[in-house]
T-cell receptor, first 115, second 115 residues
């Protein structure tokens, strides 16, 4: 079945450092790919998404490119801030037997940014 | 900005008791979902709901679980006889449509602890 693999956390960075969180996937067909973020005490919020190969999703300085050839969707940010401290989830839309979709999530990566 | 809300934020119950988790999806959304995250594990799809019936469900969603849209705004998840392994964070989500590229908007979650 479909699956998403994320790098283990926590990832600890200093403010203004460069961030990469790796995400690779296994899926049949052509899923859409998502990054969700969960700030402490809050729900999952969509950070960005890409719906086809070579698409780049971006938001709040974060970006990720849908790489079909390497089945990857790595999250990057050039300069992290303390306020970026959160758990980041990579996800893909899985096509179910009915033809409809559900999200398949990675295990989440906790990012801690220190001042 | 419209958001998905969930109540309660925390629920503690005794094994064998029934619990009802409540969600208010975004008002113009047509598709509703429940996911759960057992501590330290991935977010897992439970069930999706459309047009007042279950669209699809995962193998986790057994006869102990049921969902309902009792009125025009609420969407509930009922666990009839809770087990210790039902302890988890339960997330409700909603989306406008069911395409692969559709964003699912998540609530803040209900943390359920079964003793």
């Amino acid at each position: 079945g479909d699956s998403v693999t994320q790098m283990e956390g926590p990832v600890t960075l200093s403010e203004e450092a460069f961030l990469t969180i790796n995400c690779t996937y296994t899926a049949t067909g052509y899923p859409s790919l998502f990054w969700y973020v969960q700030y402490p005490g809050e729900g999952l919020q969509l950070l960005l998404k890409a719906t086809k190969a070579d698409d780049k999703g971006s938001n709040k300085g974060f970006e990720a490119t849908y790489r079909k050839e390497t089945t990857s969707f790595h999250l990057e940010k050039g300069s992290v801030q303390v306020s970026d401290s959160a758990v980041y989830f990579c996800a893909l839309s899985t096509k179910l037997d009915t033809g409809r979709r559900a999200l398949t999530f990675g295990s989440g990566t906790r990012l801690q940014v220190q001042p | 900005e419209p958001e998905v809300t969930q109540t309660p934020s925390h629920q503690v119950t005794q094994m064998g008791q029934e619990v009802i988790l409540r969600c208010v999806p975004i008002s113009n959304h047509l598709y509703f979902y429940w996911y759960r995250q057992i501590l330290g594990q991935k977010v897992e799809f439970l069930v999706s709901f459309y047009n007042n019936e279950i669209s699809e469900k995962s193998e986790i969603f057994d006869d102990q679980f049921s969902v309902e849209r009792p009125d025009g705004s609420n969407f509930t998840l009922k666990i009839r006889s809770t087990k210790l392994e039902d302890s988890a964070m339960y997330f409700c989500a909603s989306s406008e449509g069911r395409e692969a590229s559709e964003t699912q908007y998540f609530g803040p979650g209900t943390r359920l602890l079964v003793l």
